[in-house]
């Protein structure tokens, strides 16, 4: 069984940056994808963005785009996600996920999850 151990989380003011890790407990497979989602109080659960491990795509929700970036570490089967210029709508349970084979959206196709890392901006 894969775990997913995220770190990172925390609270900052308006314009400032953190950077999430998520660490997965063993290898998952030669093609997968790995992806933070995040969920506001009262809100559903929405994909952020995506990588891919077999040819490195990455995917951003357009609320993010230019302000956060993906990356990974096959070696160390860990995802970074670098926010910056953070807003206050940014501030929800941040999740990573995972799964064999490519990429999607949708959280149901997700077979692994993490805990939950926290982001609070403030304004």
């Known amino acids: 069984q894969v775990q997913l151990v995220e770190s990172g989380g925390g609270s900052v003011q308006a314009g400032g940056s953190l950077r999430l890790s998520c660490a997965a407990s063993t290898y998952i497979s030669s093609r997968n994808c790995m992806g933070w989602f995040r969920q506001a109080p009262g809100k559903e659960r929405e994909a952020v963005a995506h990588?891919?491990?077999?040819?490195?795509?990455?995917w951003y929700d357009e609320s993010v785009k230019g302000r956060f970036t993906i990356s990974g570490d096959n070696a160390k089967n860990t995802v970074y996600l670098q926010m910056n210029s953070l807003k206050p709508a940014d501030t929800a349970m941040y999740y990573c996920?995972?799964?064999?084979?490519?990429?999607?959206?949708?959280?149901?196709?997700?077979?692994?999850w993490g805990q939950g890392t926290q982001v609070t901006v403030s304004s």
């Open positions: 996920a995972a799964r064999s084979g490519g990429c999607m959206l949708q959280t149901e196709y997700y077979n692994f």
């Open positions: 990588i891919s491990s077999s040819d490195g795509y990455t």
